[in-house]
């Protein structure tokens, strides 16, 4: 049996811990550049604001004076993840992290599991103030849609536990196909074009019918829904095989010099996620673009794809960017967004030794290891390498960020009495 605990707006959740004041009152966080709505409280949600909805646009609509607009905080947000993993890992024999704010847990062999995800919610809201809903079930795909159900029931316990068969079939007379995780818009769209719309409707269908509109995936989804496991509970996170670290500026850059320091930031940026995986890069691709939506500004986009000497050296990557950014910079236009993604990621302890490297491989892994271990005692960039600005003028625009309480030593959080 399976359990999958989400935080309820997580990242407006992250923010209410930290500052009593916004609770009950509407939240909204926005993406980078204070961009867009990314999450929202319930009451945000209330008064009609979509995600996706400029913030530009919204903050002048009439009605949405009291809303408190926050900028997102990632390093808040990560950590307050792994602080809900490490509750939860004390309570339950195993956890599986989907995302920031969703885990899957498994309850196998547990008495009561109803009443122990109540305990479960109870332990997180105490420990983090996060709240959370639980949905049980048999496999990921009930699980999932229990706890789409449990988000929708309000003044409820928070938990729904669809583990019963007969409860589930009853269920899925009535709910619709578009609420199954693995079901998006086009293969709802498909499921309508044949009349159905239900989950009952969808089960109805034969597995030749179901693979016939909706592939493998969508046979793979019936049967997760019927109770067969297919997605089985992993421990252990699938190997990335690429990683990508891409912003939007906060202000155009226009010259070489700093486009070069953003590149050289974010392959250093790279580097260190690289790193944290065990893993090694063999090509990358770096990307230069303009501002797609301005009706004045000239447009160019370019990007360079090439092999690279296997990697997860911060030096080196830099140097593969900054060349590779190079080529493709045209003077002359107002750029808006860059990105280095490393591609072709293998495991560390898989590669094989090069015959000529020119890199000393071993003095690299020292110098690398030293970095990584100043900058996690003492915080980001207490080490950094020369090309990186600080702080660089073309950062991202975060106009109402909240301070990193945990992960800062400079902005931790304060009590008067």
Same mark, same amino acid.
């Given at each position: 049996m399976l359990a999958l605990i989400d935080g309820n707006s997580f990242y407006c959740s992250c923010e209410r811990a930290f500052d009593p004041k916004?609770?009950?009152?509407?939240?909204?966080?926005?993406?980078?550049?204070?961009?867009?709505?990314?999450?929202?409280?319930?009451?945000?949600?209330?008064?009609?604001?979509?995600?996706?909805?400029?913030?530009?646009?919204?903050?002048?609509?009439?009605?949405?004076?009291?809303?408190?607009?926050?900028?997102?905080?990632?390093?808040?947000?990560?950590?307050?993840?792994?602080?809900?993993?490490?509750?939860?890992?004390?309570?339950?024999?195993?956890?599986?992290?989907?995302?920031?704010?969703?885990?899957?847990?498994?309850?196998?062999?547990?008495?009561?599991?109803?009443?122990h995800a109540i305990a479960i919610r109870a332990a997180v809201l105490k420990a983090t103030k996060i709240p959370?809903?639980?949905?049980?079930?048999?496999?990921k795909t009930i699980a999932k849609l229990a706890n789409a159900i449990a988000k929708k029931q309000r003044g409820g316990n928070g938990v729904c536990d669809l583990s019963d068969e007969r409860q589930?079939?009853?269920?899925?007379?009535?709910?619709? !196909?578009?609420?199954?995780?693995?079901?998006?818009?086009?293969?709802?769209?498909?499921? !309508?074009?044949?009349?159905?719309?239900?989950?009952?409707?969808?089960?109805?269908l034969s597995d030749d019918e179901i693979r016939k509109h909706l592939s493998v995936v969508g046979l793979r989804t019936a049967w997760e829904l019927r109770g067969t496991m297919c997605l089985p509970f992993s421990l252990a996170p699938a190997t990335r095989k690429s990683l990508a670290v891409t912003r939007s500026f906060g202000r155009?850059?226009?010259?070489?010099?700093?486009?070069?320091?953003?590149?050289?930031?974010?392959?250093?940026?790279?580097?260190?996620?690289?790193?944290?995986?065990?893993?090694?890069?063999?090509?990358?691709?770096?990307?230069?673009?303009?501002?797609?939506?301005?009706?004045?500004?000239?447009?160019?986009?370019?990007?360079?794809s090439f092999g690279i000497e296997p990697t997860a050296d911060t030096f080196a990557l830099i140097a593969s960017a900054t060349r590779a950014g190079a080529r493709i910079w045209r003077q002359g236009y107002r750029y808006a967004k860059a990105g280095v993604i490393l591609l072709d990621l293998v495991p560390q302890q898989q590669l094989s030794a090069q015959l000529v490297p020119s890199i000393d491989p071993v003095r690299s892994a020292k110098v690398m290891r030293a970095m990584d271990t100043i900058n996690m005692r003492f915080g980001r960039n207490t080490v950094r390498p020369a090309a990186l600005a600080a702080p660089p003028r073309w950062s991202m625009r975060r106009s109402n960020v909240s301070p990193r309480y945990?992960?800062?030593?400079?902005?931790?959080?304060t009590a008067r009495a």
């Open positions: 916004l609770k009950r009152k509407p939240v909204v966080v926005l993406s980078n550049n204070d961009g867009c709505a990314i999450a929202r409280t319930q009451e945000a949600k209330d008064l009609g604001i979509k995600m996706g909805e400029p913030y530009h646009l919204a903050k002048r609509r009439p009605g949405l004076e009291d809303v408190v607009w926050k900028s997102s905080n990632y390093v808040l947000y990560g950590d307050m993840s792994r602080r809900m993993y490490e509750v939860l890992t004390d309570l339950v024999p195993e956890v599986e992290p989907y995302s920031i704010d969703e885990m899957f847990l498994d309850v196998s062999g547990m008495n009561g599991v109803e009443n959370t809903c639980v949905g049980i079930g048999p496999t589930r079939n009853r269920l899925y007379e009535t709910l619709p !196909a578009e609420m199954v995780w693995g079901l998006g818009p086009a293969a709802v769209r498909k499921l !309508a074009s044949v009349n159905v719309t239900t989950i009952i409707e969808f089960l109805a155009s850059v226009e010259t070489w010099d700093e486009m070069q320091q953003a590149l050289a930031s974010y392959a250093t940026r790279a580097a260190e996620k690289l790193r944290r995986h065990g893993l090694v890069a063999t090509a990358m691709q770096v990307f230069l673009q303009t501002n797609r939506f301005s009706k004045v500004d000239p447009q160019y986009v370019n990007q360079s945990t992960t800062d030593l400079d902005e931790l959080f």
